[in-house]
T-cell receptor, first 116, second 109 residues
């Protein structure tokens, strides 16, 4: 069964460093998302991406964040200068279409980001 | 008011018990509704969608009350493997998912 994959599974970085989190969505999917979950808290939407541009972003997704689909398969989230509060699990998700109310978003296993 | 509100639990029940979770949402324009399951340190996985007429999938029954902006999940004949956090999720017109904080279920032998 096709699945969303994410690398690395765990990233440790120093405050102020740049990190890039990588995702490979399901191959025929067209809509891509990043969510994050701070330990013990709820899953929060960060950004949605379609047709090589951002469709929507939350207030969490400030100028320190960017997303890119550099080739036909990868979807990346970059944090330019990490802060302690960026420590969280970051989930990538994808869906084939946004048509239909009940299209499932498939989630990757997540990247645990720890900022020291 | 939180967009999606759930009782955090934990609900601690014996195997074979029936357990019910409730959820309320604040945005009356919300378009679709889901229950996801999340195991510790894992990604959310879709358990079931919640349709206006209510729907059942094996031991799981979901109900939606749009007038009260209320969603429920009933689990019958609980199994040890049902132990997890159950996330109430709402999708708005922009298609992003809005998650509740989750209700933790512990099923004991």
């Amino acid at each position: 069964e096709p699945e969303v994959t994410q690398t690395p599974s765990h990233q440790v970085t120093q405050m102020g460093q740049e990190v890039i989190l990588r995702c490979v969505p399901i191959s025929n999917h067209l809509y891509f998302y990043w969510y994050r979950q701070i330990l013990g808290q709820k899953v929060e939407f960060l950004v949605s991406f379609y047709n090589n541009e951002i469709s929507e972003k939350s207030e969490i997704f400030d100028d320190q964040f960017s997303v890119e689909r550099p080739d036909g398969s990868n979807f990346t989230l970059k944090i330019r200068s990490t802060k302690l509060e960026d420590s969280a699990m970051y989930f990538c998700a994808s869906t084939r279409t946004d048509r239909g109310l009940y299209n499932e978003q498939f989630f990757g296993p997540g990247t645990r980001l720890t900022v020291l | 008011r939180k967009e999606v509100e759930q009782d955090p639990g934990p609900f601690n029940v014996p195997e074979g018990a029936t357990v019910a979770f409730n959820c309320t949402y604040s945005n009356s324009a919300s378009q679709s509704f889901f229950w996801y399951r999340q195991d510790c340190r894992k990604e959310p996985k879709l358990l079931m969608s919640v349709y206006s007429s209510g729907n059942e999938d094996g031991r799981f029954t979901a109900q939606l009350n749009r007038a009260s902006q209320y969603i429920s999940l009933l689990i019958r004949d609980s199994k040890l493997s049902d132990s997890a956090t159950y996330l109430c999720v709402v999708r708005d017109s922009s298609y992003k998912l809005i998650f509740g904080s989750g209700t933790r279920l512990l099923v004991r032998p």
